[in-house]
């Protein structure tokens, strides 16, 4: 089986670890030691990703990325196999993608808008659209991938009125974008 990734999940692979790569260590007060500023924060973002359940949402956007993904199975049985090779790679960079999101939020927001979140998030009205993003996570995966789908296929036709040869077709013409 020959995998082979497309546009939309190149471009997304390159965004996600160019957003998230970024990650700064703990810092202590070296006269109490006492957890410092930066490891509250990365604390209280760690708190948030697990109360929110990020790590499910991440998880569960595999079958979609399965589906999406251009290979040479056939058969269920492949296609089976395909997904638990992403369920067994999810599982392995799960906990190193959770702690390079937390990063990114403790990078990004302050430990009190944190812990406003937090504290919305534990809410009633904070759990009840948390419990409906997980149940509608499905929906909104395949209105993101028909978007993505069509803003592809539009790129490419524009791209290929400019650049025939590029794409295998005879020049029509000079044409730019």
Not at 18 to 25: D, K, P, Q, Y
Not at 101 to 116: H, I, K, S
Request: hydrophobic share 35%; charged share 25%.
């Amino acid at each position: 089986m020959r995998i082979q990734w497309g546009l939309v999940g190149i471009g997304a692979a390159v965004a996600t670890a160019f957003i998230l790569g970024c990650g700064v260590g703990f810092a202590a007060d070296h006269d109490t030691g006492e957890p410092g500023p930066r490891a509250r924060v990365l604390a209280v973002a760690r708190e948030y990703l697990e109360v929110t359940q990020r790590e499910e949402l991440f998880k569960r956007s595999f079958p979609e990325l399965v589906r999406r993904t251009p290979n040479r199975c056939s058969t269920d049985e492949c296609q089976a196999a395909l997904a638990r090779a992403f369920d067994r790679a999810a599982g392995e960079l799960s906990p190193a993608y959770m702690e390079q999101l937390a990063q990114f939020w403790a990078d990004t927001y302050t430990e009190e808008e944190l812990r406003g979140a937090l504290t919305w998030v534990s809410s009633p009205p904070g759990r009840s659209m948390q419990e409906k993003s997980l149940a509608s996570i499905d929906r909104g995966t395949a209105i993101s991938v028909e978007i993505q789908r069509r803003i592809v296929e539009r790129a490419t036709n524009y791209f290929c009125e400019t650049r025939p040869l590029e794409c295998g077709r005879p020049p029509t013409g000079p044409r730019s974008l």
